[in-house]
């Protein structure tokens, strides 16, 4: 991205200071980081930076317009409409491809976004552990809007507490012990002092829920959700009985409750138009298929981790799709190979953090996150066995 910075940090690199990197990112918390963390940052100039706030801020103004809330309502599925919802989702994620456009130059295309938490305590290990290993420059930061380790930090726990005592505060997930992300589970009680539940452990009483703390039946005031109901409900039997506990009627807080999740999603994708948006539309709203299928992404509504993408797509893929409503059809956009390693160049795309404290008019730009791909998708199927891809951090220039 910046080509001066790239050439350097390329040449003053070692497999020595990457092993020493990894050390690092697993110290505090041994055998929990269980994703590939790529050997680079990317670093963005301070104009790739503002088109892609400038994308973002777009969306907003969308997701605080007057009718978003009732307009969204089509997007969560009557089985799983959680009560209790909030009046903004305190967390949002913005995905970004850095892109090549017609004209041969970058420009950060949106992805994807959710109304859902991503790795935010993770990422401040990262950042602090990447400048200490290797040469960052002094005016390019991680963080965003003036943010900085420790008012990132505080903020995040105040969203997550909103002023209860740490134990009466859960991280909810499906078996939180085996999720790829759990790295992020345990810098998340370290910042906050919250402890990490299964769905599988939550004692109901009443309209009230309860969890095991050292022994100790604890209330339950305020749930950090990271449940997703996709992943629900691909469980056995046993564990999805025990999720729809969730659907009751309950005394209990969410942050950010799980509706977001599908109101700030692909579903929020065809409402938006921005030249930094690709042209998305649901399927079920064409009245006629476009011609050259090769240029478009065929994308379910309600999937993570890109399953069920289909990249090339063909009329048969259209044909076969049961349910067009719950499907969008999405411009392709051409990733460029922007960073350069000792074995090919790479893609990449950048996940920007917008925190929404209650009372806030709109949600703020915080941190970030980066991936670094040399597969035809972002992911870590797409990876195997390649060298300098995987999780990062972007740092922009300030």
Known sequence: ????????????????KYQEYLRELNAPHA??????????????????????????ESIVDVIVSQGFKQESEKAIPPTVNVRGENAVSHFIAFDFGICENEKG?????????????????????????????????????????????????????????????????????????????????????DYTGIKQVCITALIKKGKKLYYSNNGVETEIKRIYNRVIFDDLQQQ??????????????????????????????????????????????????????????????LKPLFSFAGQGVVIDVTMEDIENVQEPKNWILQRKVKYADIIETPDGPAKAEIRIFYFWKDGEPRPVATNNLARISKGKMIGVRYNKDKSWVGGTLAFFEK
Request: net charge negative.
């Open 1 to 16: 991205m910046v080509p001066s910075i790239r050439n350097r940090f390329n040449a003053s690199f070692t497999e020595k």
């Open 31 to 56: 055998g929990q980081l269980d994703f590939r963390v790529a050997e680079t940052p990317v670093f963005c100039d301070r104009a790739f930076t503002a088109k892609m706030l400038s994308a973002c």
């Open 105 to 189: 130059e970058l420009e950060p295309q949106l992805i994807e976004m959710q109304g859902f938490p991503t790795l935010f305590a993770f990422q401040v290990w990262q950042e602090e552990v990447a400048r200490t290993i290797f040469s960052i420059p002094a005016n390019y930061d991680s963080y965003l809007n003036g943010f900085n380790k420790e008012s990132y930090k505080q903020l995040l726990k105040d969203i997550i507490l909103n002023g209860h005592e740490p134990e009466n505060v859960i991280l909810l997930e499906i078996f939180p012990e085996k999720q790829k992300t759990r790295i992020d589970f345990f810098f998340t009680e």
């Open 236 to 297: 056995t039997p046993e564990v999805q009985e025990k999720g729809k506990v969730l659907l009751e009627e309950l005394e209990v807080e969410w942050v950010p409750h799980p509706n977001w999740f599908f109101r700030i999603s692909k579903y929020t994708l065809p409402f938006i138009n921005h030249p930094y948006v690709p042209q998305t539309r649901f399927l079920s709203d064409l009245k006629e298929i476009p011609a050259d299928l090769e240029n478009y992404v």
